[in-house]
């Protein structure tokens, strides 16, 4: 797939934020599907169609009709493998749905958040119903309704709705787990809070095991015990995969050079940031941008 001008990324974001809020058919605006818009807007994605969604440090294959949800701050990429795809999009800011009271419940549910589940499998009835509420939005955005933002806003919630329907909220009654469980899960936020990555200036400032355990004011030995405990992967392991997470994303999603790339997440050498990549992925971070070319 190929990728949209920087001029071209530039006026639609530009057209984004004069409301911050788009809907779009995806078939009709080919360069706005390709945009990754993931330092502002949250999207949610009804495709018809194959293809690759890369969130974070997990990998979806999906055939048929699916619902995807993208948090901004979570860097995901999208490859679509049919000769056909179809649907609907719709982005959107935090500012433009936090007009609603109820907005940092939509933002916190698992459809969002980090470990949750932000692809879900849509069958062909529901498929028909949250078409039209897209289509809703499509038309909506177009008329002078003075309340028409609102209105946008409870569509949204509504898609949210049905879709919590297909993954439930955990049962608040449930217990809150054990000490290791909260380590794990402060931790978790805390590597996840480092990202993404906004400038070759200002490199991550928690890069080790050591970094965190500081921060969170207990022994290193502590943290990695109950990490992997919780998860089953150590403490290095899930900062590592993030860290190849974000670069794989700066690597097709911006222009800046490899050292820069290898610099900002943490890398005072390219050949140190060359090495740890490869390590990791089979592949040099040269190699994956030239196939993305």
Same mark, same amino acid.
């Given at each position: 797939m190929s990728t949209p001008t920087a001029r071209s990324v530039s006026a639609f974001? !530009? /057209?984004l934020k004069l409301r911050? @809020? %788009? $809907? @779009?058919?995806? /078939? /009709? =605006?080919? $360069? $706005? *599907?390709?945009? #990754? !818009?993931? %330092? =502002? @807007?949250y999207k949610i994605c009804l495709t018809t169609g194959r293809s690759f969604i890369h969130y974070a440090s997990r990998s979806f294959e999906q055939k048929g009709t699916v619902l995807f949800f993208g948090n901004p701050h979570i860097p995901y990429s999208w490859e679509t493998r049919s000769? *056909?795809?179809?649907? #609907?999009?719709?982005? +959107? !800011? /935090?500012? +433009?749905?936090?007009l609603s009271e109820r907005s940092e419940a939509v933002l916190q549910s698992p459809l969002f958040r980090l470990g949750g589940t932000p692809v879900l499998t849509i069958d062909p009835g529901r498929c028909d119903f949250l078409a039209a509420i897209f289509q809703k939005m499509i038309d909506e955005q177009e008329t002078d309704y003075p309340y028409k933002d609102e209105l946008i806003r409870n569509y949204i919630q509504l898609i949210v709705h049905e879709a919590l329907k297909l993954h439930p909220v955990a049962n608040p009654a449930d217990p809150v787990g054990n000490a290791a469980s909260r380590l794990t899960a402060v931790f978790l936020e805390l590597l996840e809070r480092q990202f993404p990555v906004e400038t070759p200036d200002r490199p991550l400032e928690l890069k080790s095991p050591q970094d965190y355990a500081h921060q969170l004011s207990v022994h290193v030995n502590h943290l990695n015990s109950s990490v992997k405990s919780v998860t089953g992967k150590t403490t290095s392991a899930h900062i590592s995969d993030r860290i190849v997470a974000e670069a794989r994303a700066l690597l097709e999603h911006t222009d800046w050079n490899i050292s820069a790339i290898g610099y900002a997440l943490g890398f005072d050498y390219p050949t140190y940031f060359s090495n740890f990549f490869k390590k990791l992925t089979g592949q040099s971070p040269r190699a994956v941008r030239k196939s993305l070319l």
């Open positions: 974001n !530009s /057209e911050g @809020f %788009k $809907a @779009f058919r995806i /078939e /009709e =605006d080919g $360069a $706005a *599907t390709r945009v #990754y !818009s993931r %330092k =502002d @807007f000769r *056909t795809y179809t649907g #609907y999009t719709c982005l +959107f !800011s /935090e500012r +433009f749905l936090q």
